[in-house]
């Protein structure tokens, strides 16, 4: 349930029957919400041009018409923004939490079947920072749609057929290395990969090899595909092991050789050779793309007619539209010429199947882009020990604490910081990774969020037993809590449609910072009968969203810090 709903239901219902009242017009309007500087806010600039007024004069007549006490309606700017009764939003809001309690922000189910696919790390290395960010993204949209109603699954796509893994295979089954006492299996088959890549820049039978192997492979030969997975999927438990330590787990894994053994991808070629468009060159075969520079060509065979990556795509994506309605990658920047030829394939091949793209764009090291092949990188699991070992030092200078509380917390705190840091930027502004910034434990961060939790914890935990009484807020800090407790359902369902997975950042700060100046400038426990109750319960309240904010974000709520 959304506490805003029946405000904003009772907002259009009377400014549509007013619009036809006095201009003769049966529109049926969206309002915006949040809106500008309000709840919601009804745009009037179309509404105007067809009355054949000016849109102030249109807000400002819909806006004095109201004349109820649930509702505060104002024009400005050719806006009728519109707040709902701070007492009565107030009151309903913290009602519908306490009983909705973890289910809050669930408005709806929703029958559409949903798959995001993200992370999808070549299985040739460890994970290092710039790509956990697509995790980080993904994880979050994931969480977030899954909070309001919606039947989404996540899903990696393995590619185990690619150039990566097979330079992987060969540097395995030919160089020798000396044991380097590392455990990780993604950690200890890197090196192969680093230094094949080198010798296959120079070495032309190394060069030539590899090749080969990478025929054999895109031809479907069943020991070459063998091999290729067991090594891919040992990199991928190593991947996996990583992920858990910042709180990812996706739901299914796809397997890039499954699509070429099954013969999707050979179906695929079939149908694309028969597109009126499809082109033969030299024993390659294309289609025309048309793109802002002019025409470019999709390449869906080489001229021996085996399979190219994209082409491998386009049979994914076409058995991913058969699991689900909506698909959604999420895809670092470089991908997007790809995902241009990507769709104009499933275009061509069944114009109903239009997949969503999430693009973010990179993180880098202050010296420059990260590279697996370069070896240039600081590894998620470095970084996440990191973290625990900071934040471990930060709670042993704050209280006292035994060494294993102190650890607990910290394991806690230091992933969710590095979670977080890259969370809250908008997914399209480039990182420039550094670590005092990404363990920052003061101002825009997790911990700032998780404190803010625990205090809530903390009081409710001093209170004792309490039963909520008739709710009554009418403080301006008790006000302002709540209106943002009621906005998270539209923030969460803004996300899902949107995939702007920073909002729910912003959110979780700007609700922590809230809860804090409500805590200053109120009494909680010493208050009066009555109303202890009623801001116990927005405190019980405020936890709860907290909680589910930061689950979200893949970030633990401690109950104590």
Request: glycine letters at 6%.
């Amino acid at each position: 349930m959304d506490p805003l709903q029946q405000f904003l239901i009772e907002a259009r219902a009377h400014l549509e029957k007013e619009i036809e009242s006095r201009y003769g017009l049966t529109e049926h309007i969206r309002l915006e919400v949040p809106g500008e500087r309000a709840d919601f806010s009804l745009p009037c600039f179309s509404l105007a041009r067809l009355a054949g007024k000016a849109p102030d004069a249109v807000a400002s007549e819909l806006a004095s018409s109201y004349s109820g006490n649930r509702l505060e309606m104002r024009s400005s700017g050719g806006y009728v923004n519109i707040n709902a009764s701070g007492e009565q939003l107030s009151a309903l809001t913290v009602d519908t939490i306490l009983r909705m309690k973890d289910r809050y922000g669930l408005t709806a189910r929703k029958e559409e079947r949903v798959i995001v696919e993200h992370t999808s790390i070549n299985p040739n290395g460890p994970i290092h920072v710039g790509r956990a960010r697509n995790a980080i993204i993904g994880d979050t949209l994931v969480r977030c749609m899954k909070q309001c109603g919606y039947n989404v699954t996540s899903e990696y796509y393995v590619d185990d057929v690619g150039r990566q893994v097979i330079v992987l295979l060969w540097g395995i089954r030919n160089i020798k290395m000396e044991e380097d006492g590392e455990k990780k299996p993604d950690r200890r088959l890197v090196r192969y990969y680093i230094k094949a890549s080198e010798l296959a820049k120079n070495d032309a039978r190394c060069a030539a090899e590899i090749q080969e192997l990478q025929q054999k492979l895109d031809s479907g030969d069943r020991e070459t595909v063998r091999a290729a997975r067991e090594v891919a999927d040992l990199v991928l438990s190593g991947i996996r092991e990583s992920l858990a330590s910042i709180n990812v787990a996706l739901d299914t894994y796809t397997y890039e050789s499954d699509l070429i053994v099954s013969g999707k991808v050979r179906d695929v070629i079939e149908r694309l050779k028969k597109l009126p468009s499809a082109i033969e060159e030299e024993g390659a075969w294309y289609i025309p793309v048309k793109t802002r520079q002019g025409e470019d060509r999709f390449y869906f065979t080489r001229k021996d007619g085996t399979s190219l990556y994209t082409t491998r795509d386009v049979a994914y994506h076409i058995d991913k539209f058969s699991r689900a309605e909506r698909v959604i990658d999420v895809l670092g920047e470089d991908q997007k010429l790809g995902t241009r030829f990507l769709t104009a394939a499933l275009a061509e091949l069944d114009p109903g199947m239009k997949p969503e793209f999430l693009f973010y764009s990179f993180v880098s090291l202050p010296s420059g882009r990260m590279s697996t092949r370069a070896g240039s990188f600081v590894l998620l699991d470095d970084l996440v020990t990191e973290g625990i070992r900071r934040a471990k030092e930060e709670v042993l200078k704050r209280r006292e604490v035994s060494d294993a509380e102190a650890e607990r917390i910290a394991v806690a705190v230091g992933p969710g910081a590095l979670r977080y840091n890259i969370l809250r930027l908008q997914p399209e502004k480039k990182v420039v990774f550094r670590w005092e910034e990404a363990l920052n434990f003061e101002g825009s961060s997790a911990p700032f969020i998780q404190y803010a939790h625990a205090r809530a914890c903390s009081i409710l935990e001093k209170a004792g037993d309490w039963k909520p009484v008739e709710l009554e807020y009418d403080d301006e800090s008790e006000l302002a809590l709540c209106r943002h407790l009621a906005l998270f359902p539209s923030v969460l369902n803004s996300i899902a449609e949107t995939m702007a997975v920073h909002r729910i950042a912003t959110y979780a700060q700007e609700l922590a910072s809230l809860f804090n100046q409500f805590y200053r400038l109120v009494t909680v426990l010493k208050a009066p009968a009555g109303r202890r109750e009623s801001r116990l319960a927005l405190v019980d309240a405020t936890a709860t969203v907290l909680k589910i904010a930061l689950n979200c974000m893949g970030i633990e709520a401690p109950g104590s810090m």
